[in-house]
């Protein structure tokens, strides 16, 4: 088990390079839209609720909530991906510069319409959702266009994050050239993962999948299990994928970290006074996780702040992201 020492003035000097360093995000961006209303009545023509749309609101999803992330901490964030060209890409390029988040490594796809998840909200309670999507691979255009875009922003970078939501932007050829240049260029990288790339994922800095996802990783049956089992998976997916360091999220059982070196196991109790929506903490958890690690943080420090992050964001219904001050102060560090 890994001995936490917590050490304040170390910790604001790591949040204190934030401001100076940049992180990669590819991967793929989509729009969050809630539907914000009430329910008065059910519908006479079938058994569902009626809801009263009061409000709309959007929000970044997927790695562009990664990058939101990461600009919010301090973070100078590349993102590199693809949306349609159509109203709901326009709109997504909107916030992410409303954000002050760069969106020059966005290419405009003729071909595929911008991903958006639409969540009908009635008294803070999700009803229902609806996705429209293409989930297919990229087109040999929209590839070379990823794979140019990383090849400029590489040497700005002192990290990479992969966000990988399964629609297309992500496949095992890019993960595995990515990889092969971070490696040699001894640049960390972190990815959080979908499970039908989990081959690829060899020799990454650290992945972060969830309970589930690392479940289908090492070919189990998910179910919610002990913390001995827990450690049981993450050692198997450690020695499998060949990796430093394994981050794996429990969701209100907070994170479980594994460390290659002296095979070091840490269960990081959730510090969530509230858990009202997970959607996004895994967002937030790499980001963090990433930010940190990339400024001299060790893996426990790194984890340690991702996990408080985590706790502050489930506490908000939909995608949110938190400051470095919030982050410290949850820590209990002024």
């Known amino acids: 088990m890994g001995q936490l020492t917590i050490i304040p003035e170390k910790i604001k000097k790591i949040v204190k390079k934030f401001n100076d360093t940049s992180i990669i995000v590819v991967g793929d961006i989509m729009l969050d839209e809630y539907l914000w209303g009430d329910v008065r009545r059910i519908s006479p023509e079938a058994p569902v609720p009626v809801v009263h749309v009061e409000s709309v609101s959007r929000r970044l999803g997927g790695a562009a909530n990664v990058v939101q992330n990461l600009q919010k901490l301090g973070i100078k964030p590349l993102l590199i991906s693809v949306c349609g060209k159509d109203e709901n890409g326009k709109n997504l390029i909107s916030i992410l510069e409303e954000q002050r988040c760069c969106s020059e490594g966005i290419h405009i796809s003729a071909y595929r319409p ?8 009635a008294r803070n309670q999700q009803v229902v959702r609806a996705d429209r999507e293409l989930v297919e691979d990229l087109n040999e255009q929209e590839r070379e266009h990823i794979w140019a875009r990383f090849e400029e922003f590489f040497e ?6 992969i966000s990988d939501y399964g629609k297309g932007v992500i496949s095992q050829p890019l993960i595995k050239h990515i990889l092969e240049k971070c490696i ?9 993962p979908k ?5 690829a994922f060899k020799k990454a800095s650290v992945i972060t999948p969830n309970l589930r996802e690392a479940h289908v990783m090492a070919g189990l049956t998910y179910r919610n299990c002990s913390d001995e089992e827990v450690e049981q998976l993450g050692w198997k997916l450690m020695d499998q994928l060949e990796l430093p360091y394994l981050l794996i999220t429990l969701s209100e059982r907070g994170l479980a970290l594994f460390e290659r070196q002296n095979r070091l196991f840490t269960h990081l109790p959730t510090v969530a006074r509230k858990v009202f929506d997970v959607t996004g903490a895994g967002d937030t958890v790499i980001s963090v996780f990433s930010a940190a690690f990339t400024c001299g943080a060790t893996p426990l420090e790194a984890a340690f702040l991702a996990n408080h992050a985590a706790g502050l964001t489930v506490a908000e219904l939909g995608t ?5 001050q919030a982050i410290l102060a949850d820590c209990g560090i002024l």
């Open 184 to 192: 040699t260029n001894q640049k960390f990288v972190a990815i959080d």
């Open 320 to 324: 949110a992201s938190v400051d470095p």
């Open 195 to 199: 499970e039908r790339h989990f081959d």
């Open 114 to 121: 911008t991903t958006i998840k639409t969540r009908i909200v």
């Open 156 to 161: 700005r970078a002192q990290g990479v994050i």
